[in-house]
């Protein structure tokens, strides 16, 4: 099969989605001059980073006490752990929805947070609580990573070369390993002295004050990357969401495609993890806002769009609850709060997986 240009995979995936496509307008809808009052998805984007640009300057300038230099430094520490939490989250989700072509699950499924939770707990059953605060660094967070990544290599390598192997047994199979390491991890848990289990436990929720500024360039630089990949590859993305028979006959090897993207989604939410914690179900909603949000199927649009209203998500969240309610620890709390409900929402609205 011959390979075609992003540009000609552009046009075809454009004529093929048609009306019919997520999220596009139906052109049997308003009248013509209700449509043209229409807002662009690139019109909304621009919208939506001038609020981010807007939101970040008042998180980072407004309600300063004490010393300037010190409290500018660590807000813009957590601006940067920010743009990366919302970065990976909402990519990684975007481009797992995609391969899956099913817009209720999340990364989390393959088991990546309960792998995240085991590597810690057996960190303190081994070495006790104290070890903790002594690893930390960047290797520790390179080193997490690359484990991570290395089990979903092994995971995705063993099951598409296998006879029977396809998305929907891989999905099956991280499901299992992600209930497998939270029983294990909650059983070690309970043999924990609760001095280490106290810890244990501030490096099982997503965090953002307490990420060290020396991890934010490294962060950066996966970030950069992954992102100049996928954004290379978005019309192919686009094609993807045609479905396999669609993506082949436009002239693309599905295989591949699904497994690179996998790989990066492992990345993306294996540096997430590692660097602020868990976060299940962030990535989610925003996501799902950037289907609502962004009014178009095409990634050129729907993974920036992610990006921002991720960013847009956690700066507003952390400045409101940090000034006006003065408990700033809790907004990775109620945002995975607000996201489970979300996601049962959908799923009882949808009626299945």
């Not at 059953?125 to 104290?130: I, K, L, P």
């Amino acid at each position: 099969m011959s390979r075609t240009s992003p540009s000609t995979v552009a046009e075809a995936t454009t004529t093929s989605a048609g009306p019919g496509a997520p999220g596009e307008v139906a052109p049997s809808g308003p009248a013509p001059r209700a449509r043209r009052r229409t807002l662009t998805p690139g019109v909304r984007l621009a919208l939506v980073s001038v609020v981010v640009v807007v939101a970040s300057a008042c998180f980072l300038l407004l309600f300063i006490r004490g010393g300037f230099e010190f409290v500018i430094e660590r807000r813009a520490t957590m601006l940067g752990a920010m743009v990366v939490a919302a970065f990976t989250q909402g990519v990684a989700t975007v481009l797992f929805h995609t391969v899956t072509n099913n817009r209720i699950l999340t990364p989390s499924i393959m088991g990546f947070d309960s792998l995240y939770t085991l590597m810690q707990t057996l960190m303190v059953v081994v070495f006790g609580g104290e070890v903790l605060a002594r690893t930390e660094g960047l290797p520790k967070v390179i080193a997490q990573t690359l484990l991570m990544v290395a089990f979903a290599t092994l995971l995705y390598r063993w099951l598409f070369s296998g006879r029977f192997g396809n998305l929907y047994v891989l999905l099956l199979v991280g499901v299992v390993f992600g209930m497998a390491f939270s029983s294990v991890s909650t059983f070690l848990q309970r043999l924990l002295s609760p001095t280490d289990y106290d810890l244990l436990s501030t490096r099982l929720f997503g965090r953002m004050s307490n990420v060290d500024a020396d991890y934010l360039p490294f962060a950066a630089v996966v970030c950069v990357a992954v992102g100049v990949v996928v954004w290379r590859r978005r019309f192919r993305l686009d094609a993807l969401t045609l479905g396999r028979d669609t993506a082949t006959n436009l002239g693309i090897d599905h295989q591949r495609e699904l497994t690179i993207m996998l790989m990066l989604v492992a990345l993306l939410i294996s540096m997430s993890t590692a660097l602020v914690g868990p976060m299940t179900f962030f990535g989610f909603v925003v996501a799902t806002l950037a289907y609502r949000v962004t009014g178009s199927h095409k990634h050129q649009f729907v993974l920036p769009m992610a990006f921002l209203l991720g960013l847009a998500t956690l700066v507003v969240g952390q400045f409101v609850l940090q000034h006006v309610f003065y408990a700033a620890g809790l907004l990775t709390v109620i945002i995975e709060f607000v996201g489970g409900i979300v996601f049962l929402f959908l799923l009882l609205r949808k009626g299945a997986l």
